[in-house]
């Protein structure tokens, strides 16, 4: 029988698939992603999002868009250019995220606080510069949360020196359910289409902010979230929120 060709059908199915079975997997790590996140706010703490590649797609979900939480920084490679004072020429290296040593310089950037939270995504896990961050983080003492695809990250080798991957050294970890190489439609002549690690890693960030949110008002607190800026007042309303971590919050450069 000849092999059906996929389409915008075939994805929608499994793309429904994935996320009922990552909601179902990651219901116990949700909320303990989700009280680090809280208790993070509530400290006056900013959470850290960093991802390299397409994992930055998720990093953008996190920080710095509307209805998401205002303490928030987006910490990326191109920091080391906009931010660092590095040649632009580094960011022409298409294995630049595999190249060690460069969370030293992206984590002094950021100048987190002891009570800030990171997030750290990567659909592999293994990569460098992911590694050497979640290292970083985690030995100066801040609570780390990982959003990885446990079955990839366990079917390629550990690239880090250390031998270690990014779930190794997380609190808490979010399982994305992604397929080693993250695509889920076969081809007829082998190979697959469609990659679908952005929107699970996306339902399990916006489910984590959610549960977040309402553990802090249950506790009391004013959640110090963003409306759009589009909507009128959007604009000046956040400006108030995020003067109170003036200096604090950075959105891949800015």
Known sequence: MAQVAPGAAQFADAA????????GANKDAVVAAARLIADCVAAGGVIHAFGTGHSQAVAFELAGRAG???????????????????????????LLERSPGLADRLYELAAPRPQDLFVIV???GV????VDMALKATGAGHRLVALTSLEHTHAVPALHASGRRLADLADVVLDNGAPAGDAVLPLPDGG????????TSCLLIQMT??????LLL?????????????LPGGHERNALLEARYEGRLHRGGH
Not at 16 to 23: F, H, I, P, Q, S
Not at 209 to 214: D, G, M, P, T, Y
């Open 127 to 130: 990569n460098n510069t992911v």
């Open 192 to 199: 697959a289409l469609c990659g679908v690690s952005t929107l």
């Open 209 to 214: 902010v959610a549960e977040a949110v309402s």
């Open 122 to 124: 990567s659909n592999s």
């Open 16 to 23: 429904r698939t994935a996320a009922d079975r990552v909601v």
């Open 68 to 94: 998401g939480l205002v303490p928030t920084n987006r910490i990326a490679l191109v920091d080391l250019v906009l931010r660092g004072g590095e040649d632009p020429a580094v960011l022409r290296n298409p």
């Open 218 to 230: 249950a506790e009391g607190h004013e959640p110090p979230v963003y409306v759009s800026a589009n």
